[in-house]
């Protein structure tokens, strides 16, 4: 072969070399981004189950606490109503009218207070997966600038 010949052959085999290797290497970034993906998706989903799993618990914690609430409420106001009957006078009716109005009014502010502090709870739980996602997420975007 002459020595042109052996040349163009060993520059093709360079740029065919060069060629399969880069081939190669954008197929391995390629993979390995959707391996990444598929991870920071999962991830997500993960996020996503907890989330709902914590937004769950924390409506039954507040279903159960107004239903308690209800009923403590209930038994109170009979209570009451009997204690009336009792009365033997107008002045009596008015004074134990409003001490059950005082102490129902009462027991309302705390219990709003009370789920007011569940509620939040509730809420910081609910979001907290999420909120570590998504911080995950800008870190990880950040890491490609």
Same mark, same amino acid.
């Given at each position: 072969?002459?020595?042109?010949?052996?040349?163009?052959?060993?520059?093709?085999?360079? !740029?065919?070399? /060069?060629?399969?290797?880069?081939?190669?290497?954008?197929?391995?970034?390629?993979?390995?981004?959707? =391996?990444?993906? =598929?991870?920071?998706?999962?991830?997500? #989903?993960?996020?996503?189950?907890?989330? @709902? %799993?914590?937004?769950?618990?924390?409506?039954? %914690?507040?279903?159960?606490?107004? #239903?308690?609430?209800?009923?403590?409420?209930?038994?109170? /106001?009979?209570?009451?109503?009997?204690?009336?009957?009792?009365?033997?006078?107008?002045?009596? #009716?008015?004074?134990?009218?409003?001490?059950?109005?005082?102490?129902?009014?009462?027991?309302? #502010?705390?219990?709003? =207070? @009370?789920?007011?502090?569940?509620?939040?709870?509730? !809420?910081?739980?609910?979001?907290?997966?999420? =909120?570590?996602?998504?911080?995950? /997420?800008?870190?990880? !975007?950040?890491?490609?600038?």
């Amino acid at each position: 072969m002459s020595e042109a010949a052996e040349t163009i052959k060993t520059t093709v085999d360079k !740029f065919t070399t /060069a060629g399969n290797q880069a081939f190669k290497d954008s197929v391995e970034k390629t993979l390995a981004g959707l =391996n990444e993906a =598929n991870t920071l998706a999962k991830g997500n #989903v993960e996020a996503v189950v907890e989330s @709902l %799993t914590a937004a769950t618990k924390g409506a039954e %914690t507040v279903g159960a606490q107004a #239903v308690a609430f209800s009923k403590k409420n209930w038994e109170e /106001a009979v209570s009451a109503a009997k204690t009336l009957q009792g009365a033997k006078s107008i002045q009596e #009716v008015i004074e134990l009218q409003s001490k059950y109005a005082k102490s129902s009014m009462e027991a309302y #502010v705390s219990e709003m =207070n @009370l789920l007011t502090e569940t509620l939040s709870a509730s !809420f910081k739980d609910t979001f907290k997966p999420i =909120n570590a996602r998504m911080t995950a /997420a800008v870190e990880k !975007f950040q890491s490609y600038r």
